[in-house]
Structures are given as C-alpha cells and as structure tokens.
C-alpha cells in the first residue's frame, strides 16, 4: 500500500464558532489557537491505480465567484423590515426581525437556499406575525406562503444591490474561468441560490460572454434537495457528459465541500471571512482567494489525486 501526501493551506483562523447551532442562542465566540499554516493530507492506493484527468471545472457563485453573504444578509433584513416580520421569541419583538453578522455567518455555512434558512429558522424561534399575516400562520400552505413571499421580496432586493455597481467578482476567478476555456474544458456554476438571483449575479459580475459560454448552469430550483445534498453535482455531471471523478469543485463553506466530495468529485476551497474557521480536511487544497492560482496547479492537484481501483 502507498501512501502519497500532499501539503496544503489551510486558513489560520481566529474565532472557532459554538457547535451548538441548533439551539435558538447558539452566538457564543470562542478564541481557539491558530492552526499550523500548513498541514499534509494522506491519501492510501494501492498499486492498481489511476490518477484523474480534468475535465470540467465547477465553481459555486456566492462566496466563490463573489463575497456575498453580507448582501444576502441585508437583503433578508429589509425583507424582514418591509412586512414587519416579528417572531415571538426575537431578542428584541418591538422591532422587525433582523439577523446580526454573527447569526448568520453561522446560519449560511449550515442550511442551503433561502427558504429552508427561513424555515428553519422560524420552526425553532416561532412562526412571525407579519404584513403578509396578521397572525402567525398556522397551516402548512400558510407557512408556504409567508416563506415564499417573502423570499421573492429578498430576491428583488438582492438584485437592486447586484445591479448596483458596486459588486465585483473575487480576485482570479475570471481568469481562472478563461483559462479553463482555453485549455478546451468544461465550464461550470452550481449554485444553491434561486435560479434569477444566480443568473443576475453571473450576468452582472462574469459578463454575458462567459456567461452564455458555460457548458453547465444549474441553481437550487433544477434540484429537490440543496447542498449539502449531492445532487446539484451529480446532476451537473450527467448534464455534462463526464464522470463525478473527473470534475474539480470550487466552494468555499464545508456545506459546499460536503455536497462536491459527497458526489464523488474532489474539491478546492477558496475561504471568506465567514468561513475560514471551517473544518476543510476533506479538500485537496485550501486558498485564500484565487489570485495566484493557475488553471495548471488546478490540474496538477487533480492528477495527484489518486484514484484506488
């Protein structure tokens, strides 16, 4: 049996945030030790082995193509704001409901998609009164109800701040994005978001060109389940005629790297604030952004990868 080690870099947190987020005052910081900078992973195969060729490149869009939880969480506040969502069980239920950057950092890097965010969230601190109800809703078609609306509000004004100006994508992924295309690979976006928040924001920051030249676009309405569920990347692989083994991920939560990995397809991570003090073992390597990162290290990273036959 051999074994084949390979050096990454992991972030070097500061915080390391309560494990205890499913309980409704879960917002406890801890200060933990900073991590080596660099750390090996160990990778066993046997002597009937096979390296992977790369053939298409996936990237998640928010937090990968741009930094957007902090745009998201405004969107969700004035959502909140605008029906006057008040939950029973708030900190403070004189004032709309409005989640705070510790919340949701956490919040974000656990439930996928917008509407589960919410439907959690009001199962544990209580269904709102709001605009939309005067009264919380009771019934599962309600709750659908108050849950739709509001996301549909949240997407119109997450689009406003897109078309902005003001957003710009994270450094190297557009050159990464033409490198691959050059090199005669496959492109690919796969993101958990609504389908018309996914496209404005690839319109918008990518360009039209790179956008319309994408072999594979899927968002969270093409899958019944979300990340950390597989199937947008199983999905996304059968849509591009390859197999799982041959695909590299870009992500940047563990919520990502579970969903890439859990398809079968191996994973690098490009980390943001909110997410840097995540547990990234099971990536084949870890950046702080992509600015020094070539489609060539990409597919050297792949090609060590071993696969065990």
């Not at 309560?18 to 046997?46: E, G, Y």
């Not at 549909?152 to 994270?170: A, C, H, L, N």
Request: aromatic share 8%; glycine share 4%.
């Amino acid at each position: 049996m051999a074994s084949i080690a390979f050096l990454l870099c992991p972030p070097n947190p500061q915080y390391s945030r309560n494990s205890l987020f499913f309980s409704p005052a879960f917002t406890t910081l801890q200060r933990t030790p900073s991590l080596l900078t660099r750390k090996s992973l160990s990778i066993s195969a046997s002597s009937s082995s096979s390296s992977r060729a790369l053939e298409a490149l996936i990237f998640d869009c928010d937090g990968v193509i741009l930094e957007s939880e902090h745009l998201h969480r405004q969107a969700y506040n004035d959502a909140f704001a605008h029906f006057n969502v008040r939950c029973p069980s708030s900190d403070n239920d004189d004032e709309p409901l409005n989640w705070s950057i510790e919340f949701y950092d956490v919040l974000q890097n656990q439930i996928g998609g917008g509407k589960p965010k919410m439907r959690w969230y009001f199962k544990e601190h209580g269904w709102p009164t709001s605009t939309i109800f005067q009264n919380p809703p009771e019934d599962d078609n309600d709750r659908a109800k108050l849950i739709d609306t509001l996301q549909d509000w949240k997407t119109e004004r997450y689009k406003q701040i897109i078309k902005s100006g003001t957003v710009k994508p994270r450094p190297g992924v557009l050159r990464l994005m033409d490198e691959a295309k050059a090199s005669g690979k496959m492109l690919a976006v796969c993101s958990a978001a609504t389908k018309s928040s996914v496209i404005l924001c690839l319109e918008n920051l990518i360009g039209l060109d790179r956008f319309h030249g994408l072999d594979c676009f899927l968002a969270g309405d093409d899958v019944k389940e979300k990340k950390p569920d597989p199937s947008i990347y199983i999905t996304a692989a059968k849509k591009l005629g390859v197999s799982e083994s041959h695909c590299l991920v870009v992500e940047d939560s563990v919520i990502g790297l579970q969903a890439a990995t859990g398809a079968g397809m191996s994973c690098v991570i490009t980390y943001t604030s909110s997410t840097a003090d995540q547990d990234f073992k099971e990536a084949i390597a870890i950046y702080p952004d992509l600015s020094d990162v070539r489609f060539n290290d990409l597919e050297s990273l792949l090609q060590d990868v071993v696969v065990t036959k």
